[in-house]
């Protein structure tokens, strides 16, 4: 798919990324009850509700939250807004009354409101204070930086960033201490791989990146976020789920492969557990959706964007799920 639906209204503050593929995925009937756990700018909530469902969204970060209101609002009664972590959405919907519903939606990550704000701290290409906290509460970017030492911020840009050269850059950064703005960052980063003005990449993103993963706990998040919606998914409620990067993507791969009774057999990571196996909770996972030209030509962000969904089934969740250490490498 390329053209949005003229019956799904773009909003111009906040396009997201596969909408239509996502709202495809959902298979949403009118009356519907229907999840948007990372709410964000609105962006697939608004989507939902011109499809025709009554909507539950949640954000942890408080300005999601308080711009959100207007949309409340304009959706006269079919929008309940939550304040907290989509990790904890099903018992945030517990604590309403609501123990099932018909679709759940993941948009993993940071957001374009998020990124675009300068005081917020996320983005390398604007100077602002080194925070990267999308609760806006507990431990900064800076502070982190500031007190962690070599290895510690050398597993981190490794593990999370994918930064080959982690050793060099996590030097460089407990050299230039204190740091306490993201252009100083950027710059210590630049320096460190010699990155010459004016290159196609920028060094500075996957480190940016890797230290955001850290600050907000996004993979124990994501992981959280899945076995929530295992519990809280009726019997052929959808799930559909958006990652820009590759091992959140590898968590949500690994997650359903093994929910849909891919991993039978077990790996070398989980063996098969003795006795009877666990019911598959999903059924097979639709194939893996990834943005056309025409998506990336207008929002550049889409590029590292990939889609997975998948339909729930009648048996009970499991009990336990994978460690994230487990989901990463399985």
Not at 178 to 192: D, M, N, Q, W, Y
Not at 219 to 224: A, C, H, N, S, T
Request: glycine share 8%; net charge neutral.
């Amino acid at each position: 798919m390329t053209d949005l639906s003229p019956d799904l209204p773009r909003d111009p503050r906040h396009d997201p990324v596969l909408r239509e593929e996502v709202i495809a995925a959902l298979a949403i009937a009118p009356g519907e009850r229907h999840v948007d756990a990372t709410f964000g700018a609105g962006g697939y909530t608004r989507a939902m509700l011109a499809a025709g469902a009554e909507v539950i969204a949640c954000d942890r970060d408080p300005d999601a939250i308080a711009e959100g209101q207007a949309l409340v609002a304009e959706a006269d009664g079919k929008l309940m807004l939550i304040h907290g972590r989509f990790g904890e959405i099903d018992r945030l919907l517990a604590e309403r009354g609501i123990d099932a519903v018909d679709g759940i939606t993941f948009d993993i990550g940071v957001s374009s409101m998020q990124l675009d704000r300068d005081a917020r701290g996320f983005s390398f290409q604007k100077d602002g204070p080194l925070d990267m906290r999308m609760a806006q509460e507990g431990e900064t970017a800076a502070e982190w930086l500031n007190r962690a030492d070599e290895a510690e911020i050398a597993d981190v840009l490794y593990h999370y960033g994918d930064e080959r050269q982690s050793r060099r850059v996590a030097r460089a950064i407990v050299a230039a201490r204190p740091l306490s703005r993201t252009g100083e960052l950027a710059t210590v980063i630049r320096k460190a791989l010699r990155h010459p003005p004016g290159a196609p990449k920028d060094p500075a993103t996957k480190s940016f990146q890797a230290i955001r993963i850290h600050i907000n706990g996004e993979l124990d998040e994501l992981m959280q976020g899945l076995a929530a919606a295992e519990r809280i998914l009726r019997p052929g409620g959808r799930l559909a789920v958006v990652s820009f990067h590759s091992t959140e993507d590898r968590i949500v791969k690994n997650f359903l492969r093994e929910r849909s009774g891919g991993d039978a057999a077990g790996s070398r990571h989980r063996p098969a557990p003795i006795g009877a196996a666990r019911a598959a909770t999903f059924q097979p996972p639709a194939r893996k959706v990834r943005p056309g030209k025409a998506e990336e030509a207008r929002n550049p962000r889409a590029r590292s964007a990939t889609l997975r969904s998948a339909v729930r089934s009648a048996a009970p969740a499991w009990p336990t799920q994978l460690t994230t250490k487990e989901a990463i490498s399985c």
